[in-house]
């Protein structure tokens, strides 16, 4: 069996994400799609809106055959570290290729791209080093240092653009790829409908994550996105409602956060990861006087610090994850196994002998610190998100069994 990986958050999965993972194993020409998924908390720095296990039945039911879990240090990750993450375990699954979204929509100015940066790599990252120096943020330093050298390029080869979000992760994919000298093929379709970032529901049929999102808050209903989200989507997330009572986001778990900064104080606070240049003080502050996440934030926020990297940092303080605990987490060393369909399951166990690290699908049977810190960190969202309707249930990853889907009825897309 041929099989072609994806990497994914879900958060929550729409009719986008559909589309994406039937066009991967349509273009790819394989049997099965195996996702590499986020757990708990996401690239952005956020508690997800539901828990992994119902996403990942979410995405069983709509092409998918495995996902895996990315573990928290990659998951929570700026992009090279999420990708190099998330790469490197659909290698290790033994995909033979793998399918990102983008707003390009062809490969090869991503090639192109990547060819023209490591042709000019000892100049492109001396100039993102001088340029966070100076206190540009990172993305914009990286996206700077890219226009500086476009002018090597040939004239007749097309370059990525890699001011959007979707073509700067892609670039990412294939940078990771290249780096551990993985065979799998990059592949790529074009994002449909609404742009990542996009906040409000405009498309007819495909509408963002964060759309989405914006969409429940405001109203407190899944009525207005129903049209986005296939029909097992809305009634997990129905479900959902009615047993946990919300969804995940920073201001439900900002009250934990808040307790988490003022408990441990600035001294504590600067060796948590991606803490760094005194910032542990001025969040400690922002703490002491904000009585609300957004409030917070504006507070907080800066030209060199980009809400994106702030919340990777509270999450991180949220979580106990320090630069220690990072540092013995270097590269993925196991396949957490979070559900499959039965094809999904034939693969495996044609496969599993061959795997060049562990599959684990029972974590009592299995002992390394990046899969205690997924334990921990899965505890602390559930703690968060239950708590008002009684259903805080912490050690799921021990109770709950990797989930079987036995059929999968195909949506189409025209």
């Not at 895996?68 to 990708?83: H, S």
Request: aromatic share 10%.
């Amino acid at each position: 069996m041929k099989a072609t990986g994806i990497v994914v958050e879900y958060n929550p999965l729409h009719n986008g994400h559909v589309y994406h993972a039937h066009q991967a194993k349509e273009t790819t020409e394989a049997d099965i799609v195996i996702a590499v998924m986020s757990g708990n908390f996401l690239q952005r720095g956020e508690p997800a809106f539901v828990d992994k296990w119902t996403r990942a039945k979410m995405a069983l039911e709509s092409g998918v055959d495995i996902v895996f879990e990315l573990p928290y240090r990659f998951a929570t990750g700026n992009a090279p570290i999420f990708a190099l993450g998330a790469i490197s375990l659909l290698d290790a699954a033994g995909c033979s290729a793998y399918c990102f979204g983008s707003e390009d929509g062809d490969i090869e100015p991503f090639q192109n791209s990547l060819d023209l940066i490591n042709l000019s790599k000892n100049e492109y990252e001396s100039a993102v080093k001088s340029a966070v120096q100076d206190g540009v943020s990172y993305p914009m330093a990286l996206n700077n240092a890219y226009h500086s050298i476009q002018s090597y390029a040939e004239k007749d080869r097309s370059l990525a653009d890699l001011s959007k979000p979707n073509n700067i992760l892609g670039f990412h994919y294939m940078q990771a790829a290249l780096s551990i000298d993985s065979t799998m093929k990059p592949a790529t379709i074009k994002r449909l409908g609404a742009d990542y970032h996009e906040k409000d529901l405009i498309a007819k049929k495909f509408a963002s994550a964060t759309g989405i999102r914006k969409s429940f808050f405001s109203t407190n209903t899944l009525e207005e996105v129903a049209d986005f989200i296939p029909p097992a989507t809305k009634s997990m997330l129905s479900h959902w409602k009615a047993e946990r009572g919300q969804f995940g986001n920073w201001d439900t778990f900002y009250p934990y956060l808040r307790y988490s900064i003022l408990r441990d104080g600035p001294d504590r606070l600067r060796h948590i990861a991606d803490i760094s240049e005194g910032i542990e003080n001025l969040i400690y502050r922002a703490a002491q006087k904000n009585n609300s996440f957004q409030t917070f934030m504006e507070e907080v926020k800066s030209k060199r610090y980009t809400w994106t990297r702030i919340q990777r940092m509270l999450t991180h303080i949220l979580t106990g994850f320090t630069y220690d605990m990072r540092s013995e987490m270097d590269e993925p060393a196991y396949l957490r196994l979070l559900g499959m369909t039965n094809d999904g399951r034939t693969f495996l166990n044609e496969r599993k002998k061959d795997l060049p690290i562990p599959l684990v699908s029972k974590v009592a049977a299995y002992s390394d610190p990046s899969l205690d810190m997924d334990i921990r960190a899965s505890d602390i969202y559930a703690l968060a998100i239950g708590i008002d309707s009684g259903c805080a249930l912490t050690g799921l990853d021990y109770t709950i069994s990797p989930i079987l889907i036995n059929h999968f009825e195909g949506r189409s897309f025209k």
